[in-house]
């Protein structure tokens, strides 16, 4: 039997209300009659104490709970949690008390329902209090009992089938609670459908207008693939068939919150997440799932590195399956994953899966998802015993929803979020800019540790500052917060600029010294006279601009030597002495000079230099479209001029284009080799199946030197063409 679908277009659609009779029919097939009774019966009380109630909508209140419990029968849950369902806003809503519950249906049903009711007669503060107390009771009794959450769940999904009758702050406001927090417990639960209907239904409401420019966009998308995904399912099927496997195969869909999340998390285009087709494979057993991984690699080749084992390495939540990804047609990637029938179940429902209570039993069956979620849950309340208030409490649960920020303490116990990867710095920038200021040194949970150490979730930290401390530019390399580069950045280009201006100061001092040169001989006109031609506010301008590393000291004093030079000559009418005076290369000046690869200028060549903080002065062809672009900034520019005599290879590339012959490569290192080239690189390109492309990076002296090279290379029989490469 083979299944197909992909991306569904209306996820979480409304189905007519039901009544109890097309429940319990279903219900007969996994419960036993006196079960389905109690049911009935719960139905029934629930419907006489709502009577003359109606939702937002007009129906019946009753409606509402014989939903949520029509949500848990689809995950075949049993009948106490049925029963819950259906009485689940009795106790909120109407006059019937929690032991008039236990006295009718009995004290785990009783639990149940008041574990999972609001908490609308207490007053409280605020509303964000409201709903943290309310969640924590919630936690409370999923610790005695797990199926709370799960009717809690089913009551939400519900709810949020149906918000479309809500006002639209109201909407939007339990539209985010549902993305905040209960699709995280239904993805922490392994609920892979409720999770994935919370989202796009929370999507919908919160965004709109997104949500149905991204639906017509994939179901548009879709139809214009379908023609290549039935292929590429048709080709896995008649595979399986063929080695005598028994398989559903299955399309992936792609849900409207994930396509969203990927496009604005990854900053990619619809069309870039959609060019990706993704299949399920589901078969009979375990042994069949790894006979199935060797088959469909067997089709398509697998890509290196993209193969993970969860069956035997099964998710924290109890998710199974084998995820693999195949080079598909014309290299289009394929996702792949494979799993029995039952991991399909549990990827599906998640705890719910195997939630099935035996008929004479009061205990669920054990397995290692019940355990897990166990596990989990025991934490909550280990959590909640050690909380001081309910919006700590649910702060804390954060942790271990949303693995990607960080939850820590400050020393009196306020909860302070932070990005994963933060540092205690950036911790000390979200207290206070001050503070990430002056701070020295930290204590994580009472032992002191580096600034750069990462935090965890959970940890106490403390920051320890000194009046007069100073941001460490080294910093910048760790902290991951907006707020801590910012403040950092401030004060190194605001608070530090008196530093900086002293530190340029001795640089420049030290640069003339190393030309037997001293600032206190160089006059106030002559630095006047710099000032202006560099285009600086003020002296003090340029020697904050070298303590900054934003120029260099040794070209600024050259500049100064030069420009003092000239004036003493009397020639008082020249400009700058940029315009004119130039430094000469002799191409041994070490890192102070650097050649750019864009142009490769060799001597002989008109250049240029351009200064970076980083590589000094950047030597350029004044063609260079880099030079020309940077001319608009002239106090980067330095004029510049080969020496007389130059003893060294400068690398230059040259674009050959050459006839394919055998040995041919071999013919072209002789001949730049008998005209004492050295070759540093070489690169072919296949144009057509008798022309290649050779991009070749030779050491030369000069543009003589060039030409020499050039010319025994055309004159090689097979070279069509040969030209000095400018990028």
């Known amino acids: 039997m083979h299944q197909y679908s992909f991306f569904n277009p209306n996820p979480g659609k409304k189905e007519p209300a039901g009544s109890i009779d097309a429940l319990a029919k279903s219900l007969s097939d996994y419960l036993s009659a006196e079960q389905v009774d109690q049911v009935r019966r719960a139905y029934y009380y629930a419907e006489q104490a709502h009577e003359g109630q109606n939702r937002r909508s007009g129906e019946p209140y009753v409606t509402h709970p014989l939903a949520v419990a029509t949500i848990l029968s689809e995950m075949h849950m049993d009948a106490q949690s049925l029963m819950a369902a259906m009485l689940h806003d009795v106790i909120e809503d109407t006059n019937v008390t929690k032991q008039g519950l236990s006295d009718q249906f009995g004290d785990v049903v009783a639990e149940l329902v008041d574990g999972v009711s609001k908490l609308t007669r207490i007053e409280f503060q605020s509303k964000a209090e409201q709903q943290a107390e309310n969640f924590q009771k919630m936690a409370l009794a999923m610790a005695k009992d797990i199926r709370v959450i799960l009717v809690k769940l089913a009551d939400r999904l519900h709810n949020m089938r149906t918000l479309g009758a809500m006002p639209p702050e109201k909407r939007r406001r339990i539209a985010r609670e549902t993305l905040e927090i209960y699709a995280p417990i239904a993805q922490r639960l392994g609920m892979h459908n409720i999770r994935v209907e919370f989202e796009d239904l929370g999507f919908m409401s919160m965004h709109p207008m997104r949500a149905r420019r991204i639906r017509k966009s994939i179901t548009t ?105 195949l080079f598909g047609l014309e290299g289009v990637p394929i996702e792949i994953q494979i799993r029995t029938h039952e991991m399909e179940e549990m990827a599906n429902n998640g705890i719910a899966a195997h939630w099935l209570y035996k008929s004479n039993e009061q205990e669920p069956k054990r397995n290692s998802s019940h355990a897990r979620a166990r596990q989990w849950v025991q934490g909550l309340l280990e959590m909640q015993e050690r909380a001081g208030d309910s919006l700590e409490f649910i702060e804390s649960v954060k942790i271990d929803l949303f693995p990607d920020e960080v939850y820590v303490f400050t020393p009196r116990g306020d909860i302070m979020e932070l990005p994963a990867g933060a540092t205690a710095v950036d911790f000390a920038y979200s207290v206070h800019s001050d503070i990430g200021n002056s701070c020295v040194a930290c204590r994580i949970n009472r032992r002191l540790a ?196 130059i003893d060294r290879d400068f690398s230059v590339e040259m674009k050959i284009e050459i006839s394919k012959q055998r040995g041919i490569i071999a013919v072209l290192a002789t001949r730049v080799n008998g005209a004492d080239g050295s070759i540093e690189k070489i690169s072919v390109e296949e144009e057509n199946p008798k022309i290649s492309t050779i991009h070749l990076v030779v050491g030369v002296r000069s543009r003589v030197h060039l030409a020499n090279v050039m010319r025994r290379i055309r004159n090689i029989p097979a070279v069509i063409k040969v030209t000095r490469e400018r990028h």
């Open 221 to 325: 998308r879709f139809g214009d693939r379908k023609k290549t995904i039935t292929s590429i399912r048709e080709n896995i099927e008649n595979c399986l068939t063929e080695e005598g496997h028994s398989a559903n195969v299955i399309g992936r869909e792609k849900h409207l919150f994930s396509v969203y999340s990927k496009m604005r998390n990854k900053r990619k285009s619809l069309k870039e997440i959609m060019d990706l087709y993704a299949f399920r494979i589901v078969v009979d057993s375990v042994d069949s799932c790894y006979r199935v991984l060797g088959c469909v690699h067997g089709l398509y080749k697998p890509v290196p590195g993209q193969f993970k084992d969860y069956i035997a390495i099964p998710k924290a939540n109890g998710y199974q399956s084998l995820h693999t990804v």
């Open 450 to 645: 580096p600034l750069s150490e990462t935090l965890q979730s959970g940890q106490t930290v403390e920051v320890i500052t000194t009046p007069g401390a100073q941001p460490n530019p080294a910093w910048l390399h760790f902290v991951v917060t907006a707020k801590a580069r910012t403040g950092i950045r401030h004060y190194l280009k605001y608070q530090r600029k008196t530093e900086a201006v002293t530190l340029g100061r001795r640089m420049l001092e030290r640069a003339l010294a190393s030309m037997d040169e001293n600032l206190s001989d160089i006059e106030d006109k002559h630095l006047l006279q710099l000032v202006d031609s560099t285009h600086a506010k003020s002296t003090d301008n340029i020697y904050e601009q070298i303590g900054m590393g934003n120029r260099v000291a040794y070209l600024t004093a050259r500049q100064l030597v030069n420009l003092r030079d000239e004036i003493r000559e009397g020639d008082d009418k020249l400009r700058a002495p940029l315009t004119r005076q130039s430094m000469v290369i002799h191409g041994t000046e070490g890192f102070l000079v650097n050649f750019a690869r864009c142009c490769y200028p060799i001597p002989g060549d008109h250049i240029v230099g351009i200064v970076s903080s980083e590589k000094g002065v950047v030597v350029h062809c004044e063609n260079c479209h880099n030079s020309i672009e940077l001319s608009s900034q002239p106090e980067r520019v330095v004029p510049l001029s080969w020496a007389d005599n």
